[in-house]
């Protein structure tokens, strides 16, 4: 009975742009997967520079073996996906430097990668970024402004709360 009444009030997990471009809802991404959140809800960003950063104070759980895409889990236990680009899993790593691998820990602002943009525009692939809270059943997410710039690892992106 008291222990509703002492219970800590959830503090927001501020989640970081990961990326410098324009922030646009995920209906907005020219694929069902993420315009339907399957995988997820969240946010996509339009790059505008290559530097990817960590959106969150955590550790890296999965750096796909194609590297586009990273898996994050935060302190908190919320999981964040970032996917960059759509289909680009079949460069099968071309045009993506990552800088960290498994199990390392990342602080907000750490690069992670850098996403060579222009030249996945150039081999014909859609850059736009999908942003994914994949554990969202234990988490909420506010409701991120879209159509607006952010500066990678410096602008806050949204913010979640534990369930």
Same mark, same amino acid.
């Given at each position: 009975?008291?222990?509703?009444?002492?219970?800590?009030?959830e503090?927001a997990?501020?989640i970081?742009?990961p990326?410098?471009?324009?922030?646009v809802?995920?209906?907005?991404?020219?694929?069902?997967?993420?315009?339907?959140?399957?995988?997820g809800?969240?946010?996509?960003?339009? +790059?505008?520079?290559?530097?990817?950063?960590s959106p969150?104070?955590?550790?890296?759980?999965?750096?796909?073996p194609? =590297?586009?895409?990273?898996?994050?889990?935060s =302190?908190?236990?919320?999981?964040?996906?970032?996917?960059?680009?759509?289909?680009?899993?079949?460069?099968?790593?071309?045009g993506?430097?990552?800088?960290?691998?498994?199990g390392?820990?990342?602080?907000?602002?750490?690069?992670?990668?850098?996403?060579?943009?222009e030249?996945i525009k150039?081999?014909?692939?859609?850059v736009i970024? +999908?942003?994914?809270?994949?554990?969202g059943?234990k988490?909420?997410?506010?409701? +991120?402004?879209?159509?607006?710039?952010?500066?990678?690892?410096?602008?806050?992106?949204?913010?979640?709360?534990?369930?």
């Amino acid at each position: 009975m008291f222990k509703s009444l002492f219970k800590k009030s959830e503090q927001a997990i501020t989640i970081m742009a990961p990326l410098s471009g324009e922030v646009v809802s995920l209906e907005e991404v020219p694929d069902q997967v993420f315009s339907e959140k399957m995988m997820g809800d969240g946010v996509a960003i339009i +790059p505008s520079k290559n530097t990817l950063y960590s959106p969150i104070d955590g550790e890296v759980v999965n750096v796909f073996p194609t =590297k586009h895409a990273i898996t994050l889990r935060s =302190k908190e236990g919320a999981e964040i996906l970032i996917h960059m680009g759509l289909e680009t899993v079949n460069l099968g790593g071309d045009g993506f430097d990552i800088k960290v691998s498994d199990g390392d820990k990342v602080s907000k602002g750490s690069v992670l990668a850098d996403y060579d943009v222009e030249k996945i525009k150039g081999l014909g692939y859609k850059v736009i970024t +999908p942003i994914i809270l994949i554990n969202g059943e234990k988490f909420a997410m506010n409701q +991120p402004s879209t159509h607006h710039q952010v500066t990678g690892g410096m602008d806050i992106l949204l913010e979640i709360t534990k369930k």
